[in-house]
């Protein structure tokens, strides 16, 4: 396995300079020639890769193969890692990996990215602007969000409104409390109502939208009918005749925010050209990856891998096979090449 300890920022990988002496998967990319051709951090972090060798000369000897072949071995296991997690969640829900597009954020996103979408079959790896600053971008334009949640457990019955009504009014309540209290949030509210729903019997729940106007009536079918529909999605089947019961009663209350006026750009069609081309070590042999400044590129251009793409907050790894387009926003477009 890779890990379990990070690095940390303090000493970090060897590859940074700063003390580091054990191996990392920043290490490893480096090592391999994918890391390390263009200043990162803002000028703040030059990357060593002869340091990153020698951090990686040690595993190598004792597995008796080369550091590049170690470098590599590095990374296929730091992707099984995440093939596991993310094949997990889509087996619990059924969902076929080719008819989702893999977001690369974060400063070691894009450089794992295709590798992880070329395990779990994904059909297109979209890379952001600044991958490395999404989270903070986000951050700074999302909407005021919190959820609250009251434990109820009931059969959905008639009965069950003489409790699910004063806890539906005591999370109403909670909610715009901490809205216009907390956050001094004095723009219009959206209340989203859900239940975590289960059939009688079940170890398992399932969220399921519900209408406030149902419980506050009363009634009984409409909320059914929305829980068999979402088991029916969930497991492809359902059962209208089982008894079902409601375990958490949930509210989710947002605020939106001012967002800025994004427009795209009018995408002009051209092959990219790149700055250099590099030697890098990918599917196990020596290649030459081109180069590309992610400032100099324009919507609408295009070009294939094996690429790096560097820009001052991460690395795009762009390995064989994958095709590249700028989009109008600016976006990294990845796709599998047919």
Not at 182 to 205: H, P
């Amino acid at each position: 396995k890779v890990g379990p300890e990070s690095a940390g920022s303090s000493p970090g990988p060897a590859c940074y300079g700063r003390g580091g002496t054990r191996p990392t998967v920043t290490d490893a990319f480096a090592a391999l020639g994918l890391l390390g051709a263009a200043e990162l951090g803002y000028g703040a972090v030059s990357i060593d890769r002869r340091a990153a060798e020698r951090a990686l000369a040690p595993l190598a000897k004792a597995l008796g193969v080369s550091v590049q072949e170690a470098a590599e071995s590095v990374l296929r296991v730091a992707v099984s890692g995440m093939f596991l997690g993310v094949s997990k969640l889509l087996s619990r829900h059924g969902a076929d990996p080719r008819h989702f597009a893999l977001l690369a954020f974060g400063g070691a996103g894009p450089m794992t990215a295709c590798l992880l979408a070329r395990e779990i079959g994904v059909g297109q790896v979209i890379a952001p602007p600044t991958p490395g600053v999404l989270s903070a971008y986000g951050g700074l334009i999302a909407d005021i969000r919190n959820d609250f949640i009251r434990s109820v457990i009931l059969d959905l019955d008639d009965a069950a409104f003489a409790t699910l009504e004063p806890a539906a009014e005591a999370l109403e309540r909670a909610a715009i409390a901490w809205l216009r209290e907390e956050q001094g949030f004095e723009g219009s509210a959206t209340l989203l109502w859900s239940a975590d729903m289960r059939y009688r019997g079940q170890s398992y729940e399932i969220e399921t939208p519900i209408d406030r106007a149902d419980i506050t009536a009363g009634r009984t079918g409409p909320i059914a009918d929305a829980f068999h529909a979402a088991h029916h999605r969930a497991y492809d089947h359902s059962d209208p005749k089982a008894e079902a019961q409601i375990v958490n009663l949930r509210l989710v209350i947002t605020g939106e925010t001012p967002k800025p006026d994004l427009r795209p750009t009018l995408e002009a069609p051209s092959e990219a050209e790149p700055t250099a081309r590099l030697p890098v070590w990918l599917d196990g042999r020596a290649q030459e990856a081109s180069l590309f400044r992610r400032a100099d590129l324009t919507a609408g251009q295009h070009f294939k891998g094996p690429a790096i793409v560097a820009q001052d907050d991460c690395t795009t790894v762009v390995p064989p096979g994958f095709a590249v387009r700028v989009d109008g926003w600016s976006n990294l477009i990845i796709t599998p090449e047919v």
